[in-house]
């Protein structure tokens, strides 16, 4: 499930946790939920890293919420040529399932 702007007090914890917690902290980045790939397609290159969170505990805004596992942070990067500046944004999903952050990078973009 895509976790959006309308669930105010959920996204807004969530995207506090992952800017704090998750992004910095290079413990996060193993190969059970870190994933990190470039693709060079459609005439522009495209880093997207995605960050699997199953501790939960954390985020007591999700406890409305029963049944959800894990939080996933897609964070992608942009660029069509190098005349057009870089974008970059990112996305929150909740997620009932425990996956490594390599099968839902597959799963999301698969989707």
């Not at 939920?33 to 522009?44: I, T, V, Y």
């Not at 500046?85 to 799963?107: C, K």
Request: glycine content about 2%; hydrophobic content about 40%; aromatic content about 12%.
């Amino acid at each position: 499930m895509t976790l959006t702007g309308n669930h105010k007090k959920a996204y807004a914890a969530v995207k506090e946790h992952f800017h704090q917690h998750i992004e910095p902290n290079l413990l996060w980045r193993d190969a059970q939920n870190f994933f990190n790939a470039f693709d060079n397609s459609h005439g522009r290159t495209v880093r997207r890293r995605v960050w699997s969170m199953p501790d939960l505990t954390p985020l007591p805004a999700l406890a409305k919420w029963p049944g959800f596992q894990s939080v996933i942070a897609v964070e992608t990067i942009r660029m069509a040529h190098q005349q057009t500046p870089v974008t970059s944004d990112y996305r929150f999903y909740l997620s009932s399932l425990v996956w490594s952050a390599d099968t839902f990078a597959t799963l999301i973009r698969q989707h």
